[in-house]
Structure formats: C-alpha cells, structure tokens
C-alpha cells in the first residue's frame, strides 16, 4: 500500500507538470491519439534536428525516425519526466547515431558537402558553413542545448529539466556556449 | 543575461534560429510522415527490411547510406523495417511532388494491345494550373488544353482547334497525380528493389493497385504498372518527368493554338471560324 501510494503522489506530481500528460494518456489507451503527439511536436523536432544535421534528407529520415521510435516505445515511457524530454532524448541519440556512423564514413561527413541548403540561400553561403562546422565542434550536450533552444525554440522552463538543470542554470549554460561561439564567429555585418 | 542586449549575441542567435527556420515544403512532409505513423498505427503483419537496403551499398550513395544506419539506430539493432521503407516512400513522394510556378512535364510510354500510346503533358504548378495534353496512338496523338478559362481540342486529322469556354478538371493534366495522392495516403508499401534494363529502382506498391518503380539514385519515377480490369497489366515507362522554367518559350508549351500556329480554330458559344 505504502509504495503505491508514492507511486500515485509522484505520477500525479508529474501529470500536474507535464503539459502533454492527457495527450499520452490518451495515446496509451488509443494509439491513434499519438498523432495529437506528433502534429504538437513535428516542427519542433524537425527545427532540433535541423540544427545539428545539415543533410535535408538526413534530417527529414531522423524526424520521421523519432516518432516513429516515440510510438513504439511510448509504453516505456514512465512518466517519471515530461514527455517532451524523452522525445527530445529519442531525436538526441538518433542525431548522435547519424554522426556516430558518420564519423567512420568520412566522405558523408555534413561539413563536406558542396551542395547548397535552403538555409544558406537567406544567410551567407560561408558564415552558414562556418558555423555550422562550430556547432559540429561542440561537444553532443552542448548541441543538445543549443538545438532546444534554438531549433526546438522552446523555453528554459522547459529546457532546464531536460538537461537535469534548473531553468536559471540551463540559460547560464547555453549563454556560455554562445560567448564560445561568438569567439569563433565574427560577423562582418555587425 | 544579456544576451538581447548585445548586437553580436543577436545577430549570432538570429543564424542560429535561420538553420532551423520552418520550409516551404514542411507541410508535404508532415503529411507524409503523419500518413506513414497512420499506417502504423492500423493493425496489420509488418514487413522485414530487404537484405539489399539493410545490407547498404556504395552505388545507393549517402542517402541510403543514411537510412541503413537508421534503419539500426531506431531499433537498436532489431531490424524493424518500417522507418527505412517510410524514408524511401517519402523521398518517393517528394520527387513527385512539383514546385511552384513551373511547368511540371511528364511523358508516359506504353503498349497497350500492340499499339505504342502515349500521353505527354504540361502542367503549371501554380493557379491558373494551364496545362496541354497529348494523348494517343505514337505519331497520332490528339490534344486539349486548358488555360482556366477556356478549352481546346486539336483534331490532327482535319488540323482543327475547338475552343470552347469553361475550364476542363485539372486532374486529367497530370498522369501523376493518383500517384503522388496514393503516396501520400500513408498505405503505400515499399515491396523491394527491382532493376530492368539496368536501373535499379524501389518497387512501391500502391493502395489501388498501381505499382510504382522508382530510381534508387535519385527516387524519380520510372515506371507504373497499371493492372487492367482482365487481369493484364500495362506497363507505362515514364520517359520524361521534369520541371520547366515558366519562360515565355516554354509557356508555349502549354497551348494547343502556340503549338498549332496553322490550325484553324473554331469557337463555340458565338465564337466564329478563323
């Protein structure tokens, strides 16, 4: 009795926090409700993946790869953190594995490809593969923080607990990456 | 924190959010991707990964590459097929899909009962979607065309064209429509790897009995099996599947009088022979 009963305060605590709580409840008793999931959280995992892959049909593979990953393990899912965090994990470990594989495939290497992406028709073509090359240098937690933030585009209330940090501690730590970035990066049109 | 406050910071931070910006093309894709987790989502066996994508290859280039190791990385190595067949079907949808304000040109090649057919169009992509059909025994091809506003038919055999108003459906203009519809659906199912003639090419089975074959190298279509009521199929070669600029020579194309320059035209509905 005792530990149910701490398991019921905890799952309560967290269904309390966690916005997407009835959405993956819902999807735990009707799968189908996992597409309410998937158009919530498309964007936002295609902008994280964006981020830290350059290749637009790598990218678009591990989105497609994430939810898919997400419907068929959200039974697994406990719920002793927000969703959103798992699925960001889930995009966090396809991404690392793409690089992973890449890094013994050097002639798939991202940095190496001529080709030009949609991206660097708006910013300049060199600017746009410099700094992509110093989000690659970063080391993958760093990425991980700066593509929430920046291709996820979601708040440090949200950030903080993903990264096992407090919100204040998550903008201290992505402002520390930016300060290194903006080392490395000059703008000529400042 | 002041990272607003300082002009560098911004403008790095402003970059940033650009690498991630949302696409034109991100509403196609998750539709697709929507349509596929609909498909898993429907009770039903699930097919195995073919050994050919599994095993990877150095002719299948980065992309597939790409999708091998994904094909690992979502499963931790259970080889669960359905994410790589998704990926293909997508890029299948993808390379099908036109972009705006082109001319989007298509040319099937079949035989059907002994006899080489052939249905050419040209299509704008964008409204008022004018398009030209030629359609018909090789070398004798009749034509329509339609510039949202007004019909025409060419007769070859007395060089006419009737113009009549009132646009025709837009549907008939594009041979690969139910194709890029039946993609989209979220039923289509990647059968295998196929080569004929030499080109190696996906199989995709779709939900109404067409079967698409698409390049590996760069998933453009390159054949549709088209199953008849008596059981035979009609294979159609897609011997053109392009984009054209809207330049003023190829806006040419879409009009049966530009094509036609010497036909006499008759109007209907008070119009009067030129």
């Not at chain 1, 830290?52 to 719920?79: K, M, N, P, W």
């Not at chain 1, 890094?103 to 746009?128: C, F, G, K, N, Q």
């Not at chain 1, 989000?135 to 990425?143: G, K, S, V, Y």
């Not at chain 2, 890029?180 to 080569?195: N, P």
């Amino acid at each position: 009795m005792e530990v149910t009963a701490v398991v019921d305060r905890r799952s309560a605590r967290v269904h309390a926090l966690d916005p997407d709580a009835e959405l993956v409840a819902a999807a735990r008793a009707h799968p189908r409700e996992f597409l309410a999931l998937y158009d919530r959280y498309f964007e936002r995992v295609l902008g994280y993946v964006r981020l830290r892959i350059r290749d637009a049909a790598t990218c678009e593979d591990v989105t497609s790869q994430v939810f898919t990953t997400a419907l068929e393990q959200l039974s697994r899912f406990r719920g002793d953190g927000s969703f959103a965090g798992w699925l960001f994990r889930i995009a966090g470990n396809a991404v690392h594995d793409v690089h992973r594989r890449r890094a013994a495939e050097p002639l798939i290497d991202d940095r190496a490809d001529p080709s030009p992406s949609p991206e660097e028709l708006v910013l300049a073509r060199e600017r746009v593969h410099r700094l992509r090359v110093l989000i690659t240098d970063l080391r993958a937690e760093q990425q991980h923080l700066l593509a929430l933030r920046y291709g996820a585009g979601l708040a440090f209330e949200e950030i903080g607990p993903m990264v096992g940090a407090s919100p204040g501690t998550a903008r201290v730590r992505l402002h520390r990456i930016l300060e290194e970035l903006r080392r490395r990066y000059p703008h000529d049109d400042a | 924190m002041t990272t607003h406050d300082e002009p560098d910071l911004q403008l790095l931070e402003r970059d940033l959010r650009a690498l991630a910006e949302p696409r034109p093309a991100d509403e196609l894709l998750r539709i697709a991707m929507r349509g596929e987790l609909t498909s898993r989502l429907r009770p039903g066996p699930r097919r195995r990964l073919s050994m050919r994508i599994a095993a990877g290859s150095a002719a299948l280039g980065a992309v597939a590459a790409a999708l091998a190791a994904l094909a690992l990385v979502g499963t931790n190595g259970t080889g669960e097929p359905s994410a790589a067949d998704a990926a293909i079907i997508h890029h299948a949808l993808r390379a099908v899909s036109p972009p705006p304000n082109e001319i989007l040109h298509v040319r099937l090649v079949g035989v059907q009962n002994g006899v080489t057919v052939v249905a050419e169009t040209w299509r704008q992509t964008s409204r008022p979607y004018a398009f030209r059909v030629a359609k018909g025994e090789a070398g004798h091809q009749g034509e329509f065309a339609d510039n949202g506003k007004t019909s025409f038919v060419y007769d070859p055999g007395t060089n006419t064209v009737s113009e009549s108003p009132g646009p025709r459906s837009p549907a008939f203009a594009d041979p690969i429509w139910q194709v890029r519809q039946e993609l989209a659906s979220g039923r289509a199912q990647l059968a295998g790897t196929v080569v004929i003639h030499g080109t190696a090419l996906y199989k995709i089975d779709l939900p109404h009995g067409l079967v698409g074959f698409f390049a590996e190298r760069n998933y453009h279509p390159w054949y549709l099996d088209d199953p008849q009521r008596d059981g035979s199929v009609i294979r159609l070669r897609v011997a053109a599947y392009e984009y054209l600029p809207m330049t003023p020579t190829n806006r040419a194309l879409l009009s049966v009088t530009a094509q036609h320059p010497a036909a006499r035209i008759e109007r209907s509905a008070g119009g009067g022979a030129k």
